[in-house]
């Protein structure tokens, strides 16, 4: 059974950090492509960053270049996401996904990020 189950979010004032992961069981996590979603309120899910299988090359979306980095651990079956300089609009539910090798795609439930004074 395939599970993605993120941790970390919470609450923390503009400027703050986080740090999000995502704990994958139930398929080959090392030969899949991981990425972190977000989705605010009122809006449509938006990729944040991905990170690439067997040489783990990092990709951003422009708003977070600089102030997040994502990684993962292929002995942990871990991804992370480090969030630093995090603004207001930053505040999102945040959801890890796994694209397969095989074409399959896979989704946690997601953490909650709230950036507020």
């Known amino acids: 059974q395939v599970q993605l189950v993120e941790s970390g979010g919470g609450a923390v004032q503009p400027g703050g950090s986080l740090r999000l992961s995502c704990v994958a069981s139930?398929?080959?996590?090392?030969?899949?492509?991981m990425s972190w979603y977000r989705q605010a309120p009122g809006k449509e899910r938006e990729l944040v960053a991905y990170?690439?299988?067997?040489?783990?090359?990092?990709n951003y979306a422009d708003s977070m270049k600089g102030r997040f980095t994502i990684s993962r651990d292929n002995t942990k079956n871990t991804l992370y996401l480090q969030m630093n300089s995090l603004k207001p609009e930053d505040t999102a539910l945040y959801y890890c996904?796994?694209?397969?090798?095989?074409?399959?795609?896979?989704w946690g439930k997601g953490t909650l990020v709230t950036v507020s004074s």
């Open positions: 996904n796994a694209k397969r090798v095989n074409g399959m795609e896979h």
């Open positions: 139930g398929f080959t996590f090392s030969s899949s492509t």
């Open positions: 990170i690439t299988r067997f040489t783990s090359s990092a």
